[in-house]
T-cell receptor, first 118, second 117 residues
Framework: KAGVTQTPRYLIKTRGQQVTLSCSPI?????VSWYQQTPGQGLQFLFE???????NKGNFPGRFSGRQFSNSRSEMNVSTLELGDSALYLC?????????????????FGPGTRLTVL | AQKITQTQPGMFVQEKEAVTLDCTYD???????LFWYKQPSSGEMIFLIY??????QNATEGRYSLNFQKARKSANLVISASQLGDSAMYFC??????????????FGPGTSLSVIP
């Protein structure tokens, strides 16, 4: 059974550019969350989407935005990249299906996109 | 205020021995879920075990068990019979709320576990 997939896996950009990351959740999951992970700050919550609506939002500047489509796939966009945006970006999906038998709020993560900003 | 505390930045355990990773949390919401994840050097976060605040019994998943002490707000992960492949970062996490009113998931700083042959 397919898990959470993220594309691309690796990305190198320069300051000032913008980037779009994609996440496909486990089939049947309607919630998608995004996290930024850096050695200094650890795992920080960016935002969560549920049924195409942003349900929760973390403390990140407006350069970070996201959206969710009707098939629950989600994209995250970062505009005007800064050096400090270099990080591992993780996407997680949650929901109750025959495969994910745990609580509906258990999040299953994708492999992440490693973004390097030069 | 930090809501998840993992006081052990790094730990070592001998192969085949059991190890306990500590996690304490802080919440005033009676409804919450607690999670443990494993993150190997490859980066992917792997879900290990879940404990709901209303669950009467401690959760178990194979070699993983969660020692849930609600009054002490403690949710320690116990790994039995450690294997070399258990070497990784381990994160404790919490989500408050339930149903359609979930709050965001908060992660602790993590514990780095090294299994020694």
């Amino acid at each position: 059974k397919a898990g959470v997939t993220q594309t691309p896996r690796y990305l190198i950009k320069t300051r000032g550019q913008q980037v779009t990351l994609s996440c496909s959740p486990i089939s049947g999951h309607r919630s998608v969350s995004w996290y930024q992970q850096t050695p200094g700050q650890g795992l920080q919550f960016l935002f969560e989407y549920f049924s195409e609506t942003q349900r929760n939002k973390g403390n990140f500047p407006g350069r970070f935005s996201g959206r969710q489509f009707s098939n629950s796939r989600s994209e995250m966009n970062v505009s005007t990249l800064e050096l400090g945006d270099s990080a591992l970006y993780l996407c997680a999906s949650s929901g109750r299906t025959s495969v994910t038998r745990h609580s509906t709020d258990t999040q299953y993560f994708g492999p992440g996109t490693r973004l390097t900003v030069l | 205020a930090q809501k998840i505390t993992q006081t052990q930045p790094g730990m070592f355990v001998q192969e085949k021995e059991a190890v306990t990773l500590d996690c304490t949390y802080d919440t005033s919401d009676p409804s919450y879920g607690l999670f443990w994840y494993k993150q190997p050097s490859s980066g992917e976060m792997i879900f290990l075990i879940y404990q709901g605040s209303y669950d009467q019994q401690n959760a178990t998943e194979g070699r993983y068990s969660l020692n849930f002490q609600k009054a002490r707000k403690s949710a320690n992960l116990v790994i039995s019979a450690s294997q070399l492949g258990d070497s990784a970062m381990y994160f404790c996490a919490m989500r408050e709320g339930r149903g359609t009113s979930y709050d965001k998931v908060i992660f602790g700083p993590g514990t780095s576990l090294s299994v020694i042959p």
